[in-house]
């Protein structure tokens, strides 16, 4: 009965055994899952620190652009005109690609 004993707890070792080694094998995937999620976050972050920094900068631009036209609005006669012409010019612009595009996208 002893040599019965001892073929069982062998088994049993054996069982223990490959499953200790299929733990350590999810705990070591676990382990380099989270590592990658971690240079993943990494990365976006520092994605989104350089988007911040990108709107930072457009947004003085566009705050400088606004300050030239409101500059061009408020001061002479002269002025007035020239910017009275470019707003039709770029008006005439938008109409002209707008029917351009139509005509071409119709098959005309």
């Not at 094998?25 to 350089?50: Q, T, W």
């Amino acid at each position: 009965m002893a040599s019965w004993g001892g073929a069982e707890e062998r088994e049993l070792d054996n069982r223990n055994q490959q499953r200790s080694y299929a733990l350590a094998e999810k705990v070591s995937s676990l382990r380099s899952l989270a590592l990658d999620i971690e240079n993943e976050a990494y990365e976006h972050n520092r994605l989104l620190d350089g988007i911040g920094n990108d709107f930072s900068s457009g947004e003085g631009l566009l705050s400088t652009s606004l300050g030239r036209v409101k500059g061009l609005l408020t001061s002479g006669r002269q002025n007035r005109k020239v910017m009275c012409y470019m707003a039709l010019f770029i008006i005439i612009f938008i109409f002209m690609v707008w029917f351009l595009s139509a005509r071409i996208f119709s098959g005309e």
